[in-house]
T-cell receptor
Framework: DAGITQSPRHKVTETGTPVTLRCHQTENHRYMYWYRQDPGHGLRLIHYSYGVKDTDKGEVSDGYSVSRSKTEDFLLTLESATSSQTSVYFC?????????????FGEGSWLTVV | AQSVTQLGSHVSVSEGALVLLRCNYSSSVPPYLFWYVQYPNQGLQLLLKYTSAATLVKGINGFEAEFKKSETSFHLTKPSAHMSDAAEYFCAVGNQGGKLIFGQGTELSVKP
């Protein structure tokens, strides 16, 4: 299994509060990703990083920010959580950014916004 | 723009029966295609991927998929379903930056 640790694994938070999800990898992979999974939508990319301090937006980035100060850590922040951000969040990593490279996924973080 | 469509959000088969999960893609360039499996409350695990080396791709757990350019399809099959195959399956196409574009997912149920 890829060395990816997500924390927290489960969280319930109130609308309007900030939330940070952490992804930690031990593989020294350059690329890291945050996806969200919702029924009927599969997984959709929120943000990704192609190096330390190098990040870019994905398909559903509104309401989210990210930071990557070290190769091994990629943080996803919901500045002011809303009920529409209730979802399962997956961190993923890839050694290279080529189109055919395999992406490895973490175990997921279940977030409920009430 | 690239996209993936999985036909059927839920498929049910009997144990020992053929498993067929359908995936069609849209891509303006030769695609790289993936199948992932997700067991309950777990992350996604790579089953197999197509990278143009061979049209028939064999993966883990007895699964295989055939790339058909003329049909823009990459259907996943397994000759004989096991109870342990019950999971959600995702088809995806690779994009620049190593990103993946996923289909909606197909939940596979296996009846004893």
């Amino acid at each position: 299994d890829a060395g990816i640790t997500q924390s927290p694994r489960h969280k319930v938070t109130e609308t309007g509060t900030p939330v940070t999800l952490r992804c930690h990898q031990t593989e020294n992979h350059r690329y890291m990703y945050w996806y969200r999974q919702d029924p009927g939508h599969g997984l959709r990319l929120i943000h990704y990083s192609y190096g330390v301090k190098d990040t870019d937006k994905g398909e559903v980035s509104d309401g989210y920010s990210v930071s990557r100060s070290k190769t091994e850590d990629f943080l996803l922040t919901l500045e002011s959580a809303t009920s529409s951000q209730t979802s399962v969040y997956f961190c993923a990593i890839s050694e290279q950014g080529g189109v055919g490279n395999t992406i490895y996924f973490g175990e997921g973080s279940w977030l409920t916004v009430v | 723009a690239q996209s993936v469509t999985q036909l059927g959000s839920h498929v049910s088969v009997s144990e020992g029966a053929l498993v067929l999960l359908r995936c069609n893609y849209s891509s303006s360039v030769p695609p790289y295609l993936f199948w992932y499996v997700q067991y309950p409350n777990q992350g996604l695990q790579l089953l197999l991927k197509y990278t143009s080396a061979a049209t028939l791709v064999k993966g883990i757990n007895g699964f295989e998929a055939e790339f058909k350019k003329s049909e823009t399809s990459f259907h996943l099959t397994k000759p004989s379903a096991h109870m342990s195959d019950a999971a959600e399956y995702f088809c995806a196409v690779g994009n620049q930056g190593g990103k993946l574009i996923f289909g909606q997912g197909t939940e596979l149920s296996v009846k004893p």
